[in-house]
């Protein structure tokens, strides 16, 4: 049967998967030379959460454009111009300083007090990126939608959304090598100029599926095999649809919310493990490498094993939707280990490391389901709006957590115990899942597909 349909569809979620990695390299590189960075330039725990934040902050601010943005262009264009815009981003890291003696002469224009040239320098690299970055997953989820029947697209974001885990894997294998090798600023460099190489696959492989010459009409008659009657069939195109009445829509929060509460732990992950292991445990550079490529190996089959086992539920009749949210309670219990990560890892390191995998995992698990659930109710024509307003919410959360976790380490280590603080941390990161599948469940009791749009 999947022979006679035909498998190109599965081409263009291989580009989406490749894109994401190059996204996820890019966003980790300030991570795993932080330790580097901070010795350099005299960082506290504070500095570099609000240089964190700034990207976060401008990610999730960007990411209710991007969605819109996305939906104008279309997928080609939006998505290329978001790759270009990050790629540039991640190689303004490596100017850094320069950038930021020349942001102090403007703002002297202004009398406006100087900053460290290392901190303002580092976040307008973090803001350009952060800008450019927060297009990857509204395109992403909207090519999915254009591409991909209901039934399938957790798992094909399930796969896509594996680059997250792939770009996190590959970075402390190549970045602490190349920056060792080359310096810090080479290692901007080199990890910034891949996204490029995408682009000429990207544009080569990718067009709207009814123009698209590679696919077949028994696979783009799969694909719109979905009758979508929440769509309405009189508005043109590209029809705009206000962010005020998307957000009069219970299932607009019931996304957001589950995205402010669970994006934040990922972004710890992320951009906080390589400084846990490096105040905790010593561990710093190429000694980084192999535990944290073991935890982010962990994640792809979170991410991957997450998108399928919603089918589970609806091969027996559920709706995507209901099915979606039984698989996700169970999701949200694997994060409750992390609980033990603090308590156990006087052991030895790879017991945080190994619980905070599982915890990671579950992580992308969840993920792959909470986007898909916006396909699920809403016509494709509002997904990426719908999945900026999510993204957006979803970075405040991110910046929350940032700058509490730089403000809690700096505040016990000057107490002489910094592992409380990661203990605090932890504790939100292991419970919040659960918490927000309860919100959403409540907002969203049900199947309930927008029908008025």
């Known amino acids: 049967m999947q022979k006679a349909i035909g498998k190109y569809r599965w081409t263009i979620c291989g580009l989406l998967f490749f894109a994401t990695t190059v996204n996820y390299l890019d966003r980790q590189v300030l991570s795993l030379l932080a330790p580097e960075l901070t010795r350099e330039f005299g960082w506290t725990n504070t500095d570099y ?44 890291h ?17 009398g406006i007090a100087a900053v460290p040239v290392s901190i303002i320098g580092f976040m307008i690299a973090r803001a350009v990126l952060g800008f450019g970055e927060a297009g990857n997953f509204p395109a992403a989820i909207k090519a999915t939608a254009e591409y991909f029947p209901k039934k399938e697209r957790s798992f094909a974001t399930g796969i896509f959304n594996s680059g997250t885990n792939l770009g996190a894997i590959l970075a402390p294998l190549t970045v602490p090598w190349i920056a060792g090798h080359w310096g810090w600023e080479s290692t901007f460099i080199i990890i910034g100029a891949i996204g490029f190489l995408w682009l000429l696959f990207w544009f080569y492989y990718y067009d709207i599926p009814e123009k698209q010459k590679r696919l077949s009409q028994e696979e783009l008659a799969y694909i719109q095999s979905d009758v979508e009657a929440n769509v309405n069939q009189t508005a043109a195109p590209g029809a705009k649809v206000r962010w005020v009445k998307l957000l009069g829509y219970k299932q607009t929060w019931s996304f957001a919310i589950g995205k402010f509460l669970t994006d934040g732990v990922w972004w710890f992950y992320l951009f906080w493990l390589p400084k846990y292991l490096a105040a905790q445990y010593g561990l710093e550079g190429t000694d980084l490498a192999f535990p944290l490529f073991v935890l982010y190996s962990m994640t792809m089959v979170g991410s991957i094993g997450g998108g399928w086992f919603p089918m589970y539920f609806i ?41 905070i995998g599982v915890g990671a995992s579950a992580h992308q698990a969840w993920s792959a389901n909470i986007f898909t659930t916006v396909s699920d109710m809403f016509p494709k024509k509002t997904v990426a709006s719908v999945t900026g307003i999510g993204g957006m919410a979803g970075g405040i959360g991110g910046v929350v957590v940032s700058l509490v976790s730089g403000k809690l380490f700096d505040h016990y280590k000057t107490l002489g115990h910094i592992e409380t ?33």
């Open 315 to 355: 091969k027996k009749g559920y709706h995507a939707y209901d099915g979606r949210m039984r698989a996700m309670i169970l999701i949200a219990l694997f994060p409750l280990l992390v609980l033990l990560a603090q308590p156990l890892g006087h052991i030895s390191y790879w017991v945080p490391v190994l619980l």
């Open 49 to 92: 959460g609000n240089i964190t934040a700034v990207f976060q902050f401008v990610y999730a601010l960007s990411m209710l454009f991007a969605g819109r943005i996305v939906d104008r262009l279309g997928t080609k264009w939006g998505y290329a111009w978001a790759l270009i815009i990050w790629s540039i981003g991640a190689i303004m």
């Open 94 to 110: 490596a100017e850094a300083v320069n950038i930021g003696h020349a942001s102090n002469t403007v703002l002297g224009w202004f």
């Open 421 to 453: 603080g990661y203990s605090i941390i932890f504790t939100f990161c292991a419970i919040a899942y659960v918490l927000s599948w309860v919100i959403m469940k409540s907002l969203v009791p049900k199947y309930k597909p927008i029908t008025d749009l």
